[in-house]
Nanobody, 120 residues
């Protein structure tokens, strides 16, 4: 069994910052890629940022230069530093982890989601 626990969401004014964290725990053998997605009301879930096991990153065009994804492999944790937040960043943010379990099963897991609200 694998669990993902997210934290760090909340309400912030436009121009402010938030830092999201996602910790993976349980029967983990190896973590491959990690990432953050978001889903705004009435919209499809979209990729915000991703990071490979080697540290290569990719970002949605809408967040480039404002958001930074990072990971701490020793802690099985992925972070999303969000600066210069805009009202259009308001969404539920989901952690996504591609990993191999101790039973040698490769699966993708999702966090429960954390709400980010940016007021204008």
């Amino acid at each position: 069994q694998v669990q993902l626990v997210e934290s760090g969401g909340g309400l912030v004014q436009a121009g402010g910052s938030l830092r999201l964290s996602c910790v993976a725990s349980g029967s983990i053998f190896r973590i491959n890629a990690m990432g953050w997605y978001r889903q705004a009301p009435g919209k499809q879930r979209e990729l915000v940022a991703g990071i490979t096991s080697g540290g290569n990153t990719n970002y949605a065009d809408s967040v480039k230069g404002r958001f930074t994804i990072s990971r701490d492999n020793a802690k099985n944790t992925v972070y999303l530093q969000m600066n210069s937040l805009k009202p259009e960043d308001t969404a539920i943010y989901y952690c996504n982890v591609d990993l191999v379990t101790v039973f040698e099963l490769t699966r993708v897991y999702w966090g429960q989601g954390t709400q980010v609200t940016v007021s204008s």
